[in-house]
């Protein structure tokens, strides 16, 4: 008889720095207003990172604070994935500098790119390498600055984001089902809807994001959804059966068109970016971790996000 390996999220953590800008002080330095961003995006403030504080700090904050949630020392940890698009350094990774900010001497660490779908994509896999037994304990992380990467007088971009980390301690030594499938997808075709405008090998900068809100809502939604939906068949469950949906917190009309959309109730769907706006590949673990307490065990929940690239995917798992 195999033994099956099971990956359980045994704890979650996440940091927000501590400087608020909210849609008042954006009013005075763009053209727009609390009422002009709130009605559209849902969004009232978001924290913003210090010039001198990076996206591998906020991860090592929110690992901690993981960390200190679950009953693992660091040294438990073997896989460190981390999900950004502002890493520190071209290289080297964000993850090796977590790894190294908590005294990890022997794991594996590396960074992973899919930008708001980040972190759907690096519990995906971490999910697998733990189920191949080639790692036991792995820290996945969704961090980003995006505050770095906005150019702050266009306010059709700047209002969206904020800057935040969230993490999640995976392992084979948890109790239940943990993690059960996952679908993920990309369409290289949609480039050009939410891009940025530079790059190391184009421009050697970083460049500004760039995006054509209409046609990124219409794909979000579509995409979201034909993914959730996806991994609920995959195990022959109905919407009935899921208990909770952790979106990707880009924009409450998004969550909001996806509940009617799908059907599912939207008092069961997480919204958590009010007080954080959309950061990126970070919304989903800080929403996690936000919201714990409404979550109990044997919970089936899905978590969902789609992002630049175009990228996008979802987790079906069993708190």
Known sequence: MINMLNSVILSTGSYVPKKILTNEDLSKIIDTSDEWIFTRTGIKKRHIAEKDETTSQMAINAAKDAISKSNISASDIDLIVVATTTPDKTFPSTAAKVQAGLGIKNSAAFDLQAVCSGFVYGITVVDSLIKSGA????????????????????????????????????????????????????????????????????????????????????HAVQKMCSSVK????????????????????????????????????????????????????????????????????????VLTAAGGGFTWGSVLLEW
């Open 135 to 218: 790692f036991n304990t792995a820290l996945v992380i969704g961090a980003d600055k995006m505050s770095s990467i906005v150019d702050w007088k266009d306010r059709n971009t700047c209002v969206l984001f904020g800057d935040a980390a969230g993490a999640c301690i995976v392992s084979n030594k948890g109790e239940g089902r943990g993690i059960i499938t996952s679908d993920l997808k990309a369409d290289g075709s949609l480039e050009k809807i939410l891009y940025t405008s530079g790059g190391t090998s184009t421009t050697q900068t970083s460049g500004f994001v760039q995006m054509e809100g209409r046609e990124v809502f219409k």
């Open 230 to 301: 996806t991994v609920l068949e995959k195990e022959g469950l109905e919407l009935s059966d899921l208990d909770w949906l952790v979106p990707h917190q880009a924009n409450v009309r998004i969550i909001d068109l996806m509940a009617e959309k799908l059907p599912f109730p939207k008092e069961k769907a997480i919204l958590d970016l009010e007080n954080h706006a959309n950061t990126s590949a970070a919304t989903i673990p800080l929403a996690l971790d936000s919201n714990s307490s409404k979550f109990k065990k044997g919970d089936k929940i």
